[in-house]
């Protein structure tokens, strides 16, 4: 049964602590850089630098229409996922307002007319001061771990009048984890499966560090896994003989590469004799309306299908079921069988370990 | 008759002795590399290993393919690699008649960095890649003999100033590659790559390195005593017989094979053509005849040592180029403290 | 046999060499005598054959036995592999001395005088001991052709004595064609057998150095004026030598 059922009772306590603005009335937010914003009324036009924004704003206001312009990876992003099928139209928005080193350009970004851009907070004034000089309104995120999600999102839905939507998206999140963490935080170390997730594999192995600010090791521990990772800061990368000493129970392939498959591992000479290979648990990260590796929208989704895989016999789940779900209320898109299949890439790892529960019934 | 005409020079003398001993340094290294790692092997059952590989099939244990799929090829493309750039790095310094001279003066790094980073941006991998790479390093020393030939001739000044230029250009080239990159997937993998790093070596890379180092590396030994020529001025060298731009033309298209081959399977590895051939020269005197095989010898065996640790110490492979020019920097400040207190104290 | 045929030179719109001729045999010796900038080295570099000809050609083997003027070497190497560079020719490309050429420096270097000096470092040692080092490299190439530009020059009179000494025994053995320029007219009285002079307007006279060296001549070459002093030397003969008349009149 969907857990979004347990959301109301936490979205109480969420709205009491905040003062959700009325369409049309002014918003004031202070943003996580602590900079003091303020918009004559929720933003309709809101231009998004960063990459994982421009996906994440489609999801908070389930539609296009405020989204005036992205960075060109973002589009790329959205073309080569399901959300570029859901959401054709975004095709049509401008790509050209940033450099994709997130440098502004101004022009571009000032013939948008936006009435808010957002970019990256933590990385200088340079990305944001030409912007606020050619007189825009900037709010800056920051990005990587569970708790900046939830705080962008929210001041995403705050600034486009849609508070709402912090319920749906964001409480909808602290629910699952609780519900996840309320199983998987009993398990003692030894029944965690070592888990290795690889940024990078093709060129070059790269390897995501045991580090709490590391967004695949907050997943990998929240779904009953261990990293295997273990003395790796960061995203470091590593060699295949280090990896063979670890030796993971279970090795996640990023999604960004789009030739990686799991038979990169299958064949390789070191690789293919781990734990992981050896029990067929060798997955690559699905991509959906955004790739399921960094935060975003939809990472309950993904900390629910790890879950699943690392600890079958705990969780009682379907998550088709909590995909139909989740896209109705984040893009008010029903999901065919087909989509599911393709976003969680039965065809070419239906047949590995523990997928079984994914495929349709 | 001068006073200082009987003072010989104060090097050591056991020349005789120093390429066996030299010799016998690489071969320990190399030994200690392969029983070296992350994954806990006995050395006792490693040389066992390496040992029995001619006679044995394909390796099946995790252990055997550790040893023999992934230490052998890398430590044999490091020595490869370290003498292959030591021995260019000697031979430019001879023939530019400067001991600051290293294989990245002809632009041929950077050409190739730069063809190895667009393979990175446009997703291809393997032997394309290497190829890309060897290829602008080439095109960057074409472009280096054209910008640099005036009336005809190619004087030593103009190739080192069209050196700069040509490698400046592909520098900029390679920002510009960086500036476009998908900061979550290509940028971070062509900075890593541009470090230097051995750990993606197979044999098969090895393969691809291997015939355009060796063909460098042996061809450059062949020339060694030439090169003692080519250090005269035109005048000198003429009368003896030499063609020296011609030679040295032959020397420079040597040392881009090399440097090309090793930038496309390996990324930038610096440090090495600057400092091993001081070192060598501190062995073995300025004769090419000693000097090249005694830096080919250094070459390897201190790029095996250097590559070893950058995979051993911690869990994440640690750059080689920044390795090589943490250990590179100050070992050279000291021998060129010690060349010239040696010189300026007679 | 080294020596030029009608080699016109020319750079930019200034002609340096206008149709010089000149041969120098086997077992014989000569010397190009005039003052700066009016092609002694010209001359000498087109007989090297490293001076392209706007006309005319060059006489001579492609090896020849060239000691320099600068002795300074771009790296220190012992003297005994300086000489034995002097062996390239006979190698190739890819060649490398073997025991005949070391024996053939080994001799070179016995032949100048410095054997003594096989195992020092180039760079510690005096000028005149570098030119004896450079020349015996000229003898290792084993041309038959020795072209010096300027010997002596810059070296104390010790050296200097040591090496034109070594210069005249080269000659009085009749084995090569010895050509070389100098500012001094007593060098080349003393050894050379010919002399080639290159004067202001342009043309050369050349002739037997006994001819040439004497006032006249000389004077119309450097524009200043000679006397002619006789000396005995050392074996009781006469011998005759040039001084510029301002150093005064004998005695």
């Not at chain 1, 002014?26 to 996906?55: H, K, N």
């Not at chain 1, 935080?185 to 990078?200: A, F, G, W």
């Amino acid at each position: 049964m969907p857990l979004r059922r347990h959301a109301p009772l936490l979205t109480a306590a969420l709205l009491l602590a905040l003062a959700p603005p009325v369409a049309g009335q002014p918003v004031q937010i202070t943003d996580m850089e602590g900079r003091e914003l303020r918009l004559a009324r929720p933003a309709e036009r809101v231009a998004t630098i960063p990459i994982p924004m421009a996906s994440t704003l489609i999801a908070l206001d389930g539609s296009t229409r405020r989204l005036v312009g992205m960075h060109p990876l973002a589009l790329s992003a959205i073309q080569e996922g399901i959300l570029g099928r859901i959401f054709p139209e975004a095709a049509r928005i401008p790509a050209n307002i940033t450099a994709p080193n997130f440098v502004p350009n101004i022009e571009a970004l000032a013939a948008t007319r936006p009435d808010l851009v957002i970019q990256w907070g933590g990385r200088g004034a340079d990305i944001v001061r030409p912007i606020e000089n050619a007189g825009l309104t900037v709010m800056l995120i920051l990005y990587g771990t569970e708790e900046r999600a939830r705080r962008y999102m929210r001041d995403v839905a705050i600034a486009i009048g849609r508070p709402e939507r912090i319920e749906e998206l964001v409480a909808w999140r602290e629910v699952v984890q609780q519900r996840i963490a309320g199983v998987t935080s009993t398990i003692p170390e030894q029944r965690r499966p070592r888990v290795l997730y690889l940024q990078r594999a093709l060129s070059g192995l790269v390897a995501a560090g045991a580090d709490p600010e590391i967004y695949n090791h907050f997943v990998i521990e929240l779904a009953g896994g261990r990293n295997a990772a273990q003395g790796l800061r960061g995203f470091t990368p590593v060699n295949a003989e280090q990896i063979a000493a670890w030796n993971p129970d279970v090795i996640l392939l990023n999604s960004f590469e789009d030739q990686l498959t799991t038979e990169f591992v299958t064949r390789h000479p070191i690789l293919s004799l781990t734990s992981a290979a050896r029990g067929n648990r060798v997955y690559k990260m699905p991509l959906g309306g955004y790739r399921w590796d960094p935060p975003s929208q939809e990472s309950p989704l993904t900390w629910m299908w790890l879950a699943m895989l690392l600890h079958p016999e705990r969780f009682d789940l379907d998550l088709r079921a909590e995909m139909r779900s989740a896209y109705r209320a984040l893009y008010g898109h029903e999901l065919t069988s087909a989509e599911i299949d393709e976003i969680l890439r039965i065809a070419s790892q239906g047949e590995a370990a523990n997928y079984a529960a994914f495929r349709a019934r | 008759m001068s006073q200082t005409a009987l003072a010989l020079p104060r090097r050591w003398q056991g020349e005789a002795l120093a390429l066996p001993l030299l010799a016998a340094l690489l071969a320990g290294a190399m030994l200690l590399a392969l029983t070296a790692g992350r994954f806990p092997i006995d050395p006792l059952r490693a040389v066992e290993m390496l040992l029995a590989a001619p006679f044995a099939g394909a390796p099946e244990t995790m252990e055997e393919r550790i040893v023999l799929l992934v230490r052998l090829p890398r430590v044999l493309l490091a020595a490869l690699a370290g003498a292959g750039l030591a021995v260019a790095g000697a031979a430019l310094q001879g023939v530019f008649r400067n001991p600051l001279v290293a294989p990245q003066v002809l632009g041929i790094s950077p050409g190739a960095a730069f063809g190895g980073a667009l393979a990175i941006l446009l997703g291809i991998s393997g032997a394309l890649m290497v190829g890309l790479a060897f290829a602008f390093g080439l095109a960057a020393l074409l472009a280096v003999g054209l910008l640099a030939r005036i009336g005809g001739r190619t004087e030593i000044v103009t190739v080192i100033l069209a050196g700069l230029v040509i490698g400046a250009l592909f520098g900029a080239l390679v920002s510009l590659l960086q500036f476009v990159a998908d900061p979550n997937g290509s940028l971070p993998a062509i900075v890593y790559w541009l470090m230097g790093s051995f750990a993606s070596a197979t044999w098969e890379r090895l393969g691809l390195a291997a015939p355009g180092i060796a063909a460098g590396l042996v061809l450059l030994l062949a020339l060694r005593f030439r090169l003692n020529l080519l250090s005269l001025d035109e005048a000198e060298a003429r009368s003896l017989g030499v063609r020296p731009e011609r030679e040295r033309w032959l020397v420079f298209c040597l040392v881009a094979a090399i440097v090309g081959s090793q930038v496309a399977v390996s990324g930038i590895v610096g440090w090495i053509g600057l400092v091993i051939p001081h070192a060598g020269r501190l062995l073995v005197g300025h004769d090419h005849r000693a000097l090249l095989p005694a830096a080919a010898l250094l070459g390897a065996a201190f790029l095996v040592i250097v590559d070893t640790l950058a995979r051993t110490v911690t869990s994440a492979e640690i750059p080689l180029g920044v390795l090589t020019a943490i250990v590179g920097a100050p070992v050279f400040a000291v021998l060129l403290r010690r060349h010239y207190r040696e010189r300026f104290a007679s | 046999m080294i020596g030029l045929e009608t080699a016109v030179v020319r750079f930019g719109g200034r002609i340096v060499l206008r149709g010089l001729s000149f041969q120098v045999e086997r077992g014989r010796s000569l010397a190009i005598l005039g003052p700066n900038g009016r092609g002694k080295t010209t001359a000498l570099r087109a007989a090297l054959g490293l001076q392209p000809l706007s006309a005319g050609r060059r006489i001579g083997p492609d090896v020849v036995g060239y000691v320099p003027q600068s002795v300074s070497l771009a790296h220190p190497y012992r003297v005994l592999d300086v000489v034995a560079m002097g062996r390239a020719a006979g190698l190739g490309l890819f060649g490398q001395p073997g025991a005949a050429d070391r024996a053939a420096a080994e001799a070179a270097l016995a032949r100048v005088g410095a054997a003594h000096l096989r195992e020092a470092s180039y760079d510690r040692l005096s000028g005149g001991e570098r030119q004896l080092v450079l020349l015996a490299r000229a003898l290792a190439t084993g041309s038959s052709v020795l072209v010096l530009d300027e010997p002596g020059s810059a070296l104390d009179l010790a050296n200097q004595a040591r090496v034109l000494g070594l210069l005249d025994t080269l000659r009085r053995e009749r084995r090569h064609a010895i050509l070389f320029t100098t500012h001094d007219p007593n060098q080349a009285l003393a050894i050379a057998d010919d002399v080639l002079m290159l004067m202001p307007d342009g043309g050369a006279q050349q002739g037997p150095a006994g001819e040439l060296i004497a006032p006249e001549p000389l004077c119309g070459l450097y524009g200043v004026e000679m006397r002619l002093v006789r000396l005995i030397g050392a074996d009781g003969r006469f011998r005759r030598a040039v001084l510029p008349a301002f150093l005064g009149a004998v005695e």
